[in-house]
């Protein structure tokens, strides 16, 4: 089995940073996948960037291109989402994903959540 859980949302006023970071314990070995996703109220489930763990190949939304970034420490076996120049439209409860197949764009269906934290950009 694998665990996922999220930190690091808040409250940040527009043009702020924030980085948030998806610790995965459990068979990590076996992943072959992992992502970050937000929901925003009123909105379907969106993937924000995910990458692939074997080639490293990564997504990003055209939303969060050029602001946000996706990266990994293997020795803490945590991921980061580092959000940069942060806009009201980003503010969403934001979710890691991990998955032991690939995914292409960050769709499909990913086996493993994380609770979710709330990200809000407000001044």
């Known amino acids: 089995q694998v665990q996922v859980v999220e930190s690091g949302g808040g409250l940040v006023q527009p043009g702020g940073t924030l980085r948030l970071s998806c610790e995965i314990s459990g068979f990590t070995s076996d992943l072959d996948a992992i992502g970050w996703f937000r929901r925003a109220p009123g909105k379907d489930r969106e993937g924000v960037s995910c990458f692939n763990v074997d080639d490293g190949r990564t997504y990003y939304a055209d939303s969060v291109q050029g602001r946000f970034t996706i990266s990994r420490d293997n020795a803490k076996n945590t991921v980061y989402l580092q959000m940069n120049s942060l806009k009201p439209e980003d503010t969403a409860v934001y979710y890691c994903?991990?998955?032991?197949?690939?995914?292409?764009?960050?769709?499909?269906?990913?086996?493993?959540w994380g609770q979710g934290t709330q990200v809000t950009v407000s001044s």
């Open positions: 994903a991990a998955d032991t197949a690939t995914h292409n764009r960050c769709v499909g269906f990913w086996s493993f």
